[in-house]
């Protein structure tokens, strides 16, 4: 197969002039996960205990379930995503294009909105906060107060950006295991590839393994852990199994057509266009 394919936003267009074939599952899973995003911060100000800077005092455990049942799995979707675009990026582009990509895609609107998004939320945290204590007039005075300061300008974390600031990251080790991937000889990497694939083709597997993985990160870490809005994350957190795709996308070899590697049905679409042979 010799021609060669691009993604953009979603879908996967060939050069050759062939309409662009979306991955319509894969966005519709995107919404859903960004809507499941509102429920999930509006349950956080009814739960029973102070989880963030607002509390409003009609509270409810039904609000701990939702919040809980959400966080199992949301921003895990998110990764995985980005992993698996990453990776899809990687084979089409190469690594020199996925890295301009994502520094135009996420870098540079990071950094924007780092400094035009954070005095914002602060603001609106207090005013919230503020309007439930003191009334709306004391609230309002408040977040003028916050956006008046040049303080609030100069952000200590990454607040409701440390996702996209956590990309950075995992970019940044896609780099560098795409090189030393490099260093491992080809058979051994389609045998690891191969392997991944029997994994990825049997349903059970798909979810025993990262249950197993989840329930074990769980026991590690003491229980739940709060998203790390520092600027410097702890490295503990920053585990991903985005470095399973990166090293799926830095094999560059394609691997044999065995029935289970004909099972990953999300493969199987980007599979057609892996490399320019």
């Known amino acids: 197969m010799s021609h060669s394919c691009r993604r953009e936003s979603g879908s996967i267009t060939s050069v050759s002039g062939a309409s662009p074939e979306r991955l319509h599952a894969l966005d519709g899973l995107r919404a859903a996960m960004m ?17 963030w800077a607002y509390q409003d005092r009609a509270t409810t455990p039904a609000a701990t ?39 135009q895609r996420i870098a540079i609107p990071f950094a924007v909105a780092l400094f035009v998004l954070s005095p914002l939320v602060i603001a609106g ?43 950075l990251y995992f970019y940044l080790a896609t780099v560098a295991l795409y090189g030393l991937c490099r260093l491992i000889p080809a058979e051994t990497r389609a045998l690891v590839a191969s392997r991944f694939g029997m994994l990825a083709a049997r349903p059970v597997l798909r979810v025993l393994v990262p249950g197993c993985v989840t329930a074990a990160m769980f026991f590690w870490l003491g229980g739940f852990t709060l998203s790390d809005e520092a600027l410097l994350p702890s490295p503990l957190i920053l585990c991903s199994t985005q ?10 070899t394609r691997p044999p057509r065995t029935r289970c590697n ?15 042979k």
Do not use: N
């Open 35 to 51: 809507l499941l995003g509102l429920v999930f911060h509006t349950v956080i100000s009814y739960m029973p205990f102070a989880a």
């Open 65 to 103: 379930l939702i919040f809980f049942y959400i966080h199992l799995f949301r921003m895990h979707i998110f990764f995985a995503l980005a992993g698996f675009f990453c990776a899809m990026q990687v084979s089409r582009r190469g690594l020199g294009g996925m890295v301009r990509d994502r520094f």
């Open 243 to 252: 470095s399973i795709l990166s090293w799926r996308a830095s094999t560059k």
């Open 262 to 276: 004909e099972g990953i049905r999300s493969y199987r679409t980007t599979d057609s266009c892996l490399a320019d």
């Open 125 to 167: 945290a207090e005013f919230a906060v503020q309007s439930r204590d003191a009334g709306i007039a004391a609230g309002w005075t408040r977040a003028v107060a916050v956006l008046s300061s040049p303080r609030s300008y100069l952000p200590g974390g990454t607040l409701h950006l440390w996702f996209l600031y956590y990309l």
